[in-house]
């Protein structure tokens, strides 16, 4: 059974998969007694599995072997067109909204960006909130299994930046690439990192539930920090008051979206053993020290001027929330802390949301589920940036390459620059697009930087005032669903779909 439904494409498979996931919010609902969204969630199930079924028996002779790009391709689809898919019980379930507005919700939900246009948490129904968190939790798996998958034997998605063997490919004699079947690769994948994802989810939601939250709201968080969604039923963190104890244990599981190696050693990035030598996830704590150092210090300044600096309950506090907000911002999830307001109201201060998107930007680990540019990109142009300055310093030195760094390409640094190059041009066009259709220029700013870093809570955190998504336009709308898909392929894996050479392969 399981190797038939393995020559299926993979974009056939997500399809189905869809329908099978669409009967848990539908045993939910049931569970609730709100039979309405229980018949909307099981009919469309039922209707996708069926559809399914008619396809999957179309081409079970006409199998062929997949190709790499193929599986690029089928990526791009199903976050594209299985949204499509995705808003039809959420559409028939709420009954009050837009099918436009469905797609954007189950676009933002798939893509991990977690924005909303529907800012009160009791406008949706709990089975609605699950199904939201489900489909974020999902593209958050598939993301984690398409990075060895997919994205490494094509060299893109940060691995164009190592120099180790990547997953899915094996050295010749020669020194060539033997590529492995594709398919192959896909279920070896699935296999070792869906136990994983489930474990580490499930353990989250067991901690977070001792700590005081609630079962729903317990479950959507955890399933929202291992995808770095940041969807949450209850408006955020403060909604759930569960207190700091259930802070400190998202905190702890939001490490895993720092670097790949702290879930997996498929990436050769360094021996299970020495996984503290990793220097995306020694990059990524430094981030997190210093910081919340400088916020603090900032902070602590303003709460002298107003004599409140021998407060140290308050200064804790402020400390704590700092702490916490920028892990989650930097690993693109964006749940603020319940302190992150003490640490303003302390200080006296506003804290501008500019550090905030700029810790999105920067972003989390490679083949994690968090956007941004991501750690090892802007490590390898630290390096360059080093060996520069010890070259304007000493113009007559030989310089060697460090102990390690020796994961990174000698052009890796190149390709580093050429990715935060295209990110930033992504940047200035979804601006001025958005700019043109008759948003704000600081908002359209706002609202670029969190679709092309996938961190949707930063429309509420980082602008002056809140973003209304709800008030603007249809090509508003669609414009940020476009941003959004080519963040979480990212916009090099886009040019190369359009590459001739790639297809040729």
Do not use: C
């Not at 697009?433 to 092309?452: N, T």
Request: charged share 15%.
């Amino acid at each position: 059974m399981i190797a038939s439904l393995s020559r299926l494409p993979l974009f056939l498979l997500l399809f189905g998969l869809s329908g099978v996931a669409m009967y848990v919010p539908a045993i939910y609902a049931g569970v609730l007694h709100d039979l309405h969204e229980a018949r909307s969630f099981f009919y469309s199930g039922t209707l996708v599995l069926f559809v399914f079924g008619l396809i999957a028996l179309a081409m079970s002779d006409t199998q062929k072997t997949p190709r790499s790009v193929d599986q690029l391709v089928a990526l791009f689809l199903a976050f594209t067109v299985l949204p499509v898919v995705l808003a039809l019980p959420f559409y028939e379930g709420l009954a009050t909204t837009s099918y436009l507005n469905a797609y954007f919700e189950m676009v933002s939900s798939f893509t991990t960006t977690g924005a909303t246009l529907y800012d009160n948490p009791d406008r949706l129904s709990p089975s609605l909130h699950l199904w939201r968190g489900m489909v974020a939790w999902l593209g958050g798996l598939l993301m984690w299994i398409a990075a060895v998958a997919v994205f490494a034997p094509l060299t893109l998605g940060g691995f164009e930046v190592t120099a180790q063997a990547n997953p899915g490919m094996d050295e010749g004699q020669a020194g060539a690439r033997v590529v492995a079947d594709p398919r192959k690769r896909l279920l070896r994948a699935a296999k070792a990192l869906i136990p994983i994802y489930m474990a580490l989810t499930l353990v989250l939601w067991v901690l977070l539930m001792i700590s005081g939250s609630r079962a729903l709201s317990g479950l959507m968080h955890a399933m929202a920090v291992l995808s770095t969604s940041g969807i949450s039923p209850v408006g955020g963190l403060e909604g759930a008051k569960a207190g700091i104890g259930s802070e400190v244990v998202l905190f702890a599981f939001m490490v895993f979206a720092l670097s790949r190696s702290t879930f997996s050693n498929d990436t050769g990035a360094v021996r299970r053993d020495a996984i503290w030598r990793d220097y995306e996830l020694r990059l990524g704590l430094l981030i997190v020290v210093l910081v919340p150092m400088f916020l603090f210090l900032r902070h602590f300044l303003g709460a002298y001027e107003f004599d409140d600096s021998q407060n140290l309950d308050a200064a804790l506090r402020a400390a704590w929330g700092a702490v916490f907000t920028v892990m989650s911002f930097l690993t693109t999830t964006g749940f603020v802390s319940a302190d992150w307001q003490t640490a303003q109201d302390w200080s006296g201060l506003p804290t501008p949301g500019i550090i905030l998107m700029g810790l999105a930007i920067v972003g989390g680990g490679v083949a994690t589920t968090a956007g941004g540019v991501k750690l090892l990109r802007v490590y390898a142009l630290y390096l360059q940036g080093l060996g520069e300055v010890q070259r304007l310093v000493h113009p007559s030195i030989v310089v060697g390459r460090r102990s390690d760094a020796r994961r990174i390409r000698r052009k890796g640094a190149q390709i580093a620059w050429v990715v935060f190059m295209l990110f930033a041009i992504s940047i200035a066009v979804v601006s001025v697009v958005l700019a043109l259709l008759g948003v704000g220029f600081e908002d359209a700013f706002v609202l670029a930087i969190a679709a092309l870093t996938t961190t949707g809570p930063l429309i509420t955190s980082a602008a002056e005032t809140p973003i209304d998504l709800v008030a603007q336009s249809d090509a508003v709308k669609l414009v940020l669903a476009i941003t959004m898909v080519v963040a979480r392929l990212e916009t090099l894996a886009i040019v190369a779909l359009m590459s001739p050479e790639l297809w040729q392969k």
